[in-house]
């Protein structure tokens, strides 16, 4: 079985930068047409992408890619890092070009958004650095629409009440920052909170302070709670909590859901199991659809 860690992306949009000069470049784009087609605009940015052999790119280093299947928003790539190996032949030490790959889903369809990094450590050190990869890469085109992404990993609710049980009476303040809202599913649990976010024009927190000489008692059974807990799990948006000591706990750092595929389904052959291993990809997505597992996060 092969392991896969999950993430979440995030659109958000480039309405007032820092930068007025980069501003003015982009002031003719029309920010609402691409907020509306998000989706396609990153779609059809991976179709250019395996079409021209584009590679993945962080700095200055490229990162080779090849399109294994594609189909209706979902996407099974193959990214490949570069390296050199060293070798010893006659007693003459060089190094030679190596360049492990790792699979990688893209769940592209409409208000999914979701992607699956194989772990594979001689490929990648970890599947959060090549995310960023991807994430650096598809900015840099996505600029270009006045749009931005954001991949997050995912991690489990659960974790965030595992804290507040090792630390009882402990707790002097819980901070939640939650992403531009842009999945539906999101919005459905906290929409409330999100509300201001395209009045501001920027992404809303939520914080609980302790009264002086007081400490938080957060509990599951608090909704309002639980909602941005899921939420932010789901997203991967990391929940900051302070202990009465000064000590300061990050809860999803670097994310922690992981899930596993038959290694089958990552096969490169174009033989009479193809169709099969295509279908269990897209098993294997529906499985992780925030749409349908919300609840289970």
């Known amino acids: 079985m092969a392991k896969l860690q999950i993430f979440t992306y995030e659109f958000s949009y480039i ?3 820092e930068d007025r000069g980069l501003f003015k470049e982009l002031e003719r784009v029309d920010v609402k047409e691409s907020r509306l087609n998000k989706q396609k605009i990153l779609d059809d940015y991976l179709h250019y992408m395996a079409d021209e052999g584009v590679p993945f790119k962080k700095g200055k280093k490229e990162y080779k890619q090849i399109v294994v299947w594609q189909e209706d928003g979902i996407w099974d790539l193959r990214i ?7 070798i010893e ?15 990688v889903f893209i769940d592209n369809r409409k208000d999914v958004q979701t992607i699956a990094i194989q772990k594979l450590t001689e490929a990648f050190y970890s599947p959060v650095a090549l995310s960023k ?3 650096e890469t598809f900015n840099l085109y996505l600029a270009q629409r006045r749009l931005k992404i954001t991949i ?18 402990k707790i002097k303040m819980v901070n939640f920052k939650f992403p531009f809202p842009n999945l539906p599913v999101i919005s459905d649990l906290i929409g409330n909170i999100l509300d201001t976010a395209d009045d501001m024009n920027g992404a809303p927190r939520l914080s609980w302070e302790a009264n002086d000489d007081e400490v938080l008692t957060p509990h599951e059974g608090k909704d309002l709670l639980n909602r941005c807990v899921k939420a932010c ?6 929940i900051k909590l302070k202990l009465t000591n000064g ?7 670097n994310g922690s859901q992981e899930r596993e ?7 490169q052959e174009y033989d009479d199991l193809f169709d099969s291993k295509c279908q269990m990809i897209t098993d294997f997505l529906n499985s992780i659809n925030l749409n349908t597992t919300i609840g289970n996060v």
Not at 80 to 86: E, I, L, R, S
Not at 89 to 103: Q, T
Not at 162 to 169: E, G, L
Request: some cysteine; aromatic content about 8%.
């Open 89 to 103: 032949h006659e007693f003459i030490k060089k190094k030679i070009p190596d360049n492990p790959s790792c699979a």
């Open 15 to 17: 309405n007032c930068p």
């Open 133 to 135: 990869i991807m994430m």
């Open 80 to 86: 490949a890092n570069n390296k050199k190996q060293k």
């Open 152 to 169: 997050a990993p995912r991690f489990d609710s659960h974790e965030f009440w595992k804290i507040v049980t090792n630390h009882p009476y």
């Open 261 to 267: 595929i038959n290694d089958e389904a990552l096969s």
């Open 233 to 238: 799990a789901a997203t991967g948006s990391e």
């Open 247 to 253: 000590t300061n706990i990050i809860c999803g750092e």
